[in-house]
């Protein structure tokens, strides 16, 4: 059997364990709802994004009260939300004064039409002559592709959580493979929580990186989750029916754990040089990805070693003790039967006996 080097009892914690996911998801639902609401991206509700170019250090507060100024002096959008994000122009050259991008998002089913961006755009040249700010790029998106977009994207998550279960279910069966598979879904379910509350704590909003870091945490927790079912499997066949459920879970998580630890200590470490990067030059379509991909990383080694092994261990146990419940009341019943039928045939006996005495 391959060398143990730590002895934690994981089983014996399990409710510690599963009372810290519990605390950070409750304390992380308040918040949500009392103080930092879901922010959802237009790719999602529909809406138009409009970013301009710009150089020089203009206060941002003022570049966003120049705008919402003039979206007053408009009556299709002076009732509009708009939100406001800011960049690095990676694509501007040394000589270009231009480093600077500023986006407006709108929310909503109404277009801003080429009369409004124009406006805007006179706007914020009249108040910074000189930071030169030009529009780049304009995208309108329909309310009703991106709900689609979004149906979509939650279809095939559910997929590849169904396809997860059977290939468990499939692959340990002889350690009781469909529930395996069941533990396995509902620690990944743990994963993409905490990456749902990190967008809001964040304040990041949900769009296609979202998608993106569900989906790769699926597969990084599932790896994780498939290495530590494989050593329980070998390790019943060698420990034999004789070892509890628990020391085998404890056993082989034990021996899992340096390796669980270092894929994905190497696998933050890369991405986060990426989000230091991103950070440096504020590029924020990658922060929104490598951050909550780094604290995905971090539940999902955490759910593979706490979560779904030890409720693994627990619904075995349900399942022994429900058996064992099941079988004491089987005999017990066929003690009964066998009891009521005896006294039945003494009585039979004694009845012959009373007959043949009476005959004589």
């Known amino acids: 059997m391959m060398r143990q080097k730590f002895h934690i009892d994981f089983v014996k914690n399990s409710k510690i364990f599963f009372c810290i996911s519990l605390g950070i998801m409750l304390v992380c639902l308040v918040l949500n709802l009392v103080l930092l609401p879901t922010i959802v991206d237009i790719q999602f509700t529909g809406g138009t994004i409009i970013k301009y170019n710009f150089g020089g250090e203009p206060a941002h507060t003022e ?188 056993s082989s998580l034990n021996q899992c754990l340096t390796r669980t630890i270092c894929t994905s200590v190497t696998t933050i470490i890369a991405i986060g040089s990426v989000l230091v990067v991103s950070l440096i030059y504020g590029i924020s379509s990658i922060i929104s990805f490598a951050l909550p991909m780094m604290i995905g990383l971090i539940s999902g080694s955490y759910s593979s070693l706490c979560i779904a092994p030890t409720l693994w261990v627990i619904w075995k146990n349900h399942q022994a003790k429900k058996k064992a419940e099941k079988k004491k009341n089987g005999s017990s019943n066929k003690t009964k039967k066998d009891k009521k039928t005896k006294k039945e045939n003494n009585k039979d006996l004694t009845k012959k006996d009373e007959d043949t005495s009476s005959e004589e």
């Open 63 to 250: 570049i966003e009260k120049t705008v919402k100024d003039t979206l007053k002096g408009i009556d299709a959008l002076k009732n509009e939300k708009v939100d406001f994000s800011y960049s690095e122009n990676l694509a501007a050259n040394s000589n270009d004064d231009t480093k600077h991008i500023i986006s407006l998002q709108f929310t909503g089913n109404k277009a801003v039409s080429i009369e409004h961006k124009q406006a805007i755009t006179d706007a914020l040249q009249k108040a910074y002559p000189d930071n030169s700010f030009a529009e780049e790029s304009s995208t309108a998106v329909d309310a009703s592709k991106g709900a689609n977009f979004f149906l979509k994207c939650i279809i095939a998550v559910i997929i590849a959580a169904v396809l997860m279960i059977l290939y468990v279910a499939v692959r340990f069966r002889k350690i009781g493979g469909l529930s395996a598979g069941l533990m396995a879904v509902v620690a990944l379910v743990h994963d993409l929580i905490i990456v749902y509350f990190c967008f809001v704590i964040f304040r990041m909003p949900l769009n296609d990186n979202f998608i993106a870091v569900i989906l790769m945490i699926l597969g990084y927790s599932l790896n994780d989750t498939i290495v530590i079912y494989d050593r329980i499997r070998e390790n019943r066949r060698k420990s034999g029916p004789k070892t509890t459920t628990a020391e085998l879970v404890n």
